[in-house]
Nanobody
């Protein structure tokens, strides 16, 4: 089983450009399709971005498309989420997730493994 650990979150100001990282251990990250989700207090967990195993294909929610970029470095067992032009409404716990089989989905139910999440708080 793969273990996932997110990092890079914290308190940032509006307009900032932090980069989140998701480090995998236990099994090579290159065996999984990867995704990023986020959850704000009182709201459902929502899809943000996904990337296929090779990194050739990416998917984005409309709310982040054009501002966020997902990428991966299989040699480093790491997936990234570059976040640009942050807004207060981007405040959430951000989760890294791995999918071992099947087609990509915007539903969290399609993903098999999850990190503990990292808090991103955007101040005005």
């Amino acid at each position: 089983q793969v273990q996932l650990v997110e990092s890079g979150g914290g308190l940032v100001q509006a307009g900032g450009s932090p980069r989140l990282s998701c480090a995998a251990s236990g099994r090579p990250l290159g065996r999984y399709r990867m995704g990023w989700f986020r959850q704000a207090p009182g709201k459902d967990r929502e899809f943000a971005a996904a990337i296929n195993i090779s990194g050739e294909t990416t998917y984005y929610a409309d709310s982040v498309k054009g501002r966020f970029t997902i990428s991966r470095d299989n040699a480093k067992n790491t997936v990234y989420l570059q976040m640009n032009s942050l807004k207060p409404e981007d405040t959430a716990v951000y989760y890294c997730a791995a999918q071992s089989s099947g087609y990509y989905s915007s539903s969290s139910n399609a993903y098999d493994y999850w990190g503990q999440g990292t808090q991103v708080t955007v101040s005005s």
